[in-house]
């Protein structure tokens, strides 16, 4: 979503993908927790692109980081005169709708 370059202090606003080193996820899964600030350590590939070193600061604080962070858990909804309001999952990249239906069945809409 968003990472800082340390050398210039520049933002850069956009997905990224952080390659592995081997093949054990177990540490990967166990480290990286979703929606938090982290400082690592890696050694870019491309532009878009970076493969992961080593992890520096779990709960890494920074001021801009975190408004980035507070500004993407808000949620966003799209509103549907009929179906009522949808919020983004913003994981898959798709609105959603939890209903009930006959017999208090739950289903659900997306988009």
């Known amino acids: 979503m968003a990472y800082k370059n340390l050398e210039n202090n520049e933002i ?3 997905k990224i993908l952080i390659n592995k ?4 996820t177990t540490y990967y899964h166990q480290v990286f927790k979703e929606k938090t600030i982290m400082k ?4 870019e ?3 878009k692109t970076f493969e992961f070193i080593d992890v520096i600061e779990n ?3 920074d001021e801009e980081l975190q408004n980035i962070l507070n500004n993407y858990l808000e949620p966003i909804y799209c509103k ?6 949808f ?3 913003k994981s898959l990249n798709i609105f959603e709708k939890t209903f009930y239906w ?3 069945e739950k289903g659900s809409y997306s988009f």
């Not at 690592?40 to 050694?43: A, E, N």
């Not at 549907?80 to 309001?85: I, M, R």
């Open 87 to 89: 919020t983004l999952n």
């Open 40 to 43: 690592l350590k890696v050694k």
């Open 102 to 104: 006959v017999n208090n």
């Open 45 to 47: 590939i491309n532009n």
């Open 12 to 14: 850069i606003k956009n």
């Open 59 to 61: 709960n890494y604080k």
């Open 21 to 24: 080193i081997d093949s054990d």
């Open 80 to 85: 549907d005169e009929v179906l009522g309001n």
